[in-house]
């Protein structure tokens, strides 16, 4: 059972911003020429964002806060009440609130200050909670990226963005702590449909420190400035940081981590998608499908001794391997029963019998497989599979690990060697074909290429998408 505290902070992302933070935060603001006569904080908790504002801004006459929990808003209402400034405080649902009527009554230059919750709308779905806006994939996503969970997103971007869309455009700040990723998401979808905001940053912060959360966090800045919007952001290491560390923006409708970066290597950008990278096999079932060499024999995840014919049984290279760069022998190997997506996998009964036994015994397992792609599939079915999976020679990397290595894989026993679905790969033909390839992925001015597109805070760092924006070799 969630204890009640715990599913609070869960349900309402309720982490109060520490004062010596809000603090701080509103003193860059004022350093960065930013003297708002209104603050209005949408998730203002116990109101210590809006006193540190009435604190540190001598310019601010009125103090807005709308804040879900009843009891919060009163202890707002005590913390506020010698602040020198008009108090405006009530109880009310984000989801609910007016907040263009609200924020358009709002006098002189408005700043819309604060910390919304830190946590995603498929978290709350587990909690069963209402606390969740009306139901719609505001990002778009479709088909198989909505299935796998790509279309999951975090509540305080629907939240930033809600208000970004409502904001007056002129005359209006919006600075909010939230978490990084979100930061990107939040510009990136404000400068494709074009919203008038200029002037922005993101300052990352301590989330350690602060909040105790593992989790790299920033202060996003934007202005409201319809004549002169433009779609950049410069990122700085620190909150009291005088020199941004690199610049973001856009290019062609996809998210540059590095400008400047980008436009010494520009020329080796693809004009379209001419090299595809695959990613390995998607099997989700480890303790079944993947095997390790013991002696003269295999062993699965369970813990049995396992024999197989050769025929569906293939060299597998681990992630993790590939990263080290420990690639030229591996003990695991992978069940392998389709050759290429949605395949008949009845066929195995008869040509390898051993195979079939092992797979029907542990048919619960593979049918109990939570993701949906696998509805409406043949038994066994696994997915990243294809005539490219056979190649004998590969140039892969790990998706997961924060570093641009490229490594060649080679056959094992003249067995073409598979590679899980957290790495991505090319195919060749020969040996050369893959050194070649190799040796220019991880030429310098390549690497710079790629860590112009790469957010490396991200969960999967590397992309299919920002390795196919490379131009093929001539």
Avoid at 277 to 304: I, P, T, Y
Avoid at 343 to 362: M, V
Avoid at 423 to 451: C, D, G, H, M, W
Wanted: include cysteine.
């Amino acid at each position: 059972m969630i204890r009640v505290k715990s599913r609070q902070k869960t349900e309402y992302g309720d982490f109060q911003t520490p004062m010596v933070l809000a603090e701080a935060v509103c003193r860059r603001l004022r350093v960065d020429g930013i003297e708002p006569s209104c603050v209005l904080e949408p998730t203002c908790g116990q109101g210590t964002f809006l006193e540190a504002a009435a604190n540190v801004f001598s310019d601010c006459k009125q103090l807005v806060g709308r804040e879900w929990n009843r009891a919060y808003v009163a202890d707002a209402r005590r913390r506020l009440a010698n602040t020198g400034c008009k108090v405006d405080l009530a109880q009310a649902d984000f989801f609910q609130q007016d907040w263009p009527s609200l924020l358009s009554r709002q006098p002189g230059h408005l700043l819309i200050l604060g910390n919304p919750p830190w946590v995603t709308n498929s978290a709350l779905g587990t909690l069963g909670s209402a606390n969740l806006p009306a139901k719609s994939n505001f990002q778009n996503e479709r088909g198989i990226s909505a299935k796998t969970g790509k279309a999951n997103f975090d509540i305080s971007h629907w939240m930033i963005l809600h208000l970004l869309e409502a904001m007056p455009q002129q005359d209006c700040t919006l600075a909010m702590l939230c978490k990084t990723t979100v930061a990107r998401k939040v510009l990136e979808q404000a400068w494709k449909v074009g919203l008038p905001i200029a002037n922005c940053s993101i300052r990352k912060i301590d989330s350690r420190e602060h909040f105790d959360a593992s989790v790299d966090a920033c202060l996003l800045v934007c202005h409201m400035q319809a004549a002169k919007p433009n779609t950049s952001c410069e990122v700085y290491d620190q909150l009291d940081a005088d020199q941004a560390v690199t610049v973001l923006g856009v290019h062609s409708g996809n998210l540059v981590a590095d400008q400047r970066a980008l436009a010494r290597q520009k020329h080796l950008l693809a004009s379209q998608v001419t090299t595809r990278w695959r990613s390995g096999v998607k099997h989700d079932c480890r303790a079944v499908m993947q095997l390790e060499r013991q002696g003269w024999g295999f062993v699965n995840g369970l813990g049995e001794a396992v024999e197989l014919e050769p025929d569906y049984l293939y060299p597998l290279m681990p992630a993790g391997a590939v990263y080290r760069g420990d690639v030229k022998h591996t003990d695991k190997f992978l069940i392998v029963p389709q050759k290429r997506t949605g395949e008949d996998t009845a066929p195995i009964e008869s040509t390898a019998p051993r195979t079939w036994a092992y797979l029907q015994k542990h048919a619960h397992r593979l049918a109990d497989r939570k993701s949906s792609i696998y509805r409406g599939r043949p038994p066994f079915s696994i997915f990243g599979i294809g005539e490219y999976s056979f190649a004998k020679w590969k140039v892969a990397i790990s998706a997961l690990h924060k570093q641009l290595s490229f490594r060649v894989i080679r056959p094992q026993d003249g067995r073409p060697v598979m590679l899980d679905d957290t790495t991505y790969f090319l195919s060749f033909r020969t040996k050369k074909e893959a050194i070649a390839a190799a040796a220019r992925l991880n030429s310098p001015e390549v690497q710079e290429f790629y860590r112009a597109w790469i957010f490396w805070d991200a969960k999967r760092p590397i992309t299919s998408e920002i390795l196919q924006r490379l131009k093929a070799a001539n």
